[in-house]
């Protein structure tokens, strides 16, 4: 997802009159990523998948010079706190890491 700043970006279209491609200029422009350990297209299956994954998103982000956030929810508590602090530890001055989990987890009827 891309928060533009719509007055330094240059949209382009092609011979027929359709949208051909859009390049962002200088300006504040805001990139955010957001990833879910579990949803219908995630896949995600283990830990190393679920941080493999995330470190490509902060390598990705990190190659913006503008402000950008990840965005994570973790509701099988794949990371730890250490693992979190690393992954923070990789993402550039321009990246913001926020990492959620769940307090149950995968175990609906904890509290029951």
């Known amino acids: 997802m891309a928060i533009l700043d719509l007055d330094n970006v240059i949209f382009a279209v092609n011979s027929k009159g359709r949208f ?3 390049r962002p200029t200088s300006g504040n422009h805001i990139y955010i990523e957001i990833k879910c350990s579990r949803t219908n297209r ?4 283990s830990r190393k998948k679920w941080l493999r994954s995330l470190i ?4 990705k982000l990190s190659h913006y010079n503008h402000h950008c956030f990840l965005v994570c929810f973790d509701f099988d508590r794949y990371l730890d706190n250490k693992s979190i ?4 530890k990789i993402a ?6 926020f990492y959620f989990t769940a307090n149950q ?3 609906y009827l904890a509290d029951v």
């Open 20 to 22: 051909g491609h859009m």
């Open 42 to 45: 995630s896949h995600v299956t």
């Open 105 to 107: 987890a995968s175990n």
């Open 85 to 88: 602090s690393k992954l923070q």
């Open 56 to 59: 490509t998103d902060v390598e």
């Open 92 to 97: 550039t001055a321009n990246v913001e890491l």
